[in-house]
């Protein structure tokens, strides 16, 4: 384990370090406006969610690491207290790195890099209108954190109107992630295109599940199954009792598996991974429990 | 389009549309300490990193959308005012997700879920030592947003110590993304492993690219060039001169690639998409101006 406080690394370093390791992060695509009417669009990746009622968004543009300047983004939310959050989806992520260009006041960001701005309902600035989701907020509060470089400032803001692209949708009225397909930012030149990585879990039901204590020590000193195994046998609120068990082994489930190989326990124990992998874990249980009476 | 006011949503509804499209979320996984001692630990995934000087967090217990309840970790936060950030990967998915069981008061969560307490160093709430990283943290502030069902409670945080396990380094010091291996959490029951999608993008150098608007119309009308192919071509500083095009015609580079072949427009487009995508935009810009010339 390496151990550092704060002050211990470089600013750069420091960075560099926080930022492999707090992600992915979800990008805000900012349109903001100044008081001479001249739009604004900048991608932050400190940013999200943290409340839905009211809908309350995040997100810092931080003064920079190298020169301690801040951003258009910030001034003009200081001054204007009205921003859309625009969502960026994988066929606009070379879009939305380069509106990160600093472009001299006065150039119209927009037609700079191809996008279309559609003016919003409540609030002046313009939305993107090719991203999956549009926000349009007003600017509740901003702290600043600190005045060095690095520092963030806290762009607290709540949401007035919501823009869905209608291609997002499922037939009942859900949204599909992978349809939204969104981008987002780690360290260094690294960003992930959320589906290619996707996959579900259940989440525990109630809070009595028997938990990894209530895994008999055979199973979880087993060299075969992973934590995440682990964890889904946990989630069970019982064993299997011996009456199951026992009704487990004369079933046909179970000696249709078993007839062919004289039951060797590691069999056994892959076998009911492969039943855990599939997300049957009651037949994992029984399978495990009864290849080890079997034996 | 379909757009709507926060109010014109079901809570549940509204709640729903916001995480499916605000995300991959990293995941804050919590460890708190209430008066008595016992320790809690449960995952947010309204959280980021705002600030690296001071190193800045801030994440959100919200109040439950179905029943207007508060978490341990929110009651924790305000009373001791101290907590660890430890950061989640693919190994722990299983136990991070099991975490956010409620258990009975009394209950040691890290024995019921299989994971090490790590005694912290400068604060009460111990460290998952199993977690790839680990941010000992001081509760600066909480903003509660709201009294309803889904309003966020934000803790704001400044870490004081970070802990990285050795093995997610490279030989040169660096942070490897694909050792770290984050999960996030998205919209309904998904989940993504991060390193699944990964992919770079270099910043624009400078502020002087072309933009979409220096693309000449043929290309950037073309049915070829995605909107992320364009984006390459309009980081460029300046086209290809009529004698750098010129110059490029007669190489071996072109000739070796055009020999064979009756120069078509098409094959043309398609062979600097594919340069584009290599990285070779030069190469892409040039091909496409010689291609176009030679027609």
Known sequence: MRSYLPSELSAHQRHDYLLSTIGPRPIAWVSTINEDGIVNLAPFSFFNIFGSNPVTLIFSPARRV???STKHTLQNSGNIKECVVNIVSYDLVGQMVLSSTEYPDGVDEFSKIGLTAEPSDLVKPPRVKE?????????KQIIHTGEEGGAGNLIICEVLKMHFREDI?????KIDPLKVDTVARMGGLW????????FQIHNPKGHNNIGFEGIPEFIRNSEIYTANNL???????????VE???EFIVSDYFKGRTQHWHLKYKIAENWSQHLITEGKVKEAWCFILAAMKDN
């Open 169 to 173: 949708f499922t037939e009942d009225d």
């Open 231 to 241: 964890s889904e046998l946990a989630k069970y609120e019982a064993l299997p009792t």
């Open 66 to 68: 190298k020169d301690n």
């Open 131 to 139: 991203a999956p989701a549009q926000y349009e907020c007003v600017v």
């Open 244 to 246: 199951e068990v026992n």
């Open 191 to 198: 960003y992930t295109r959320a589906k290619e990585g996707l």
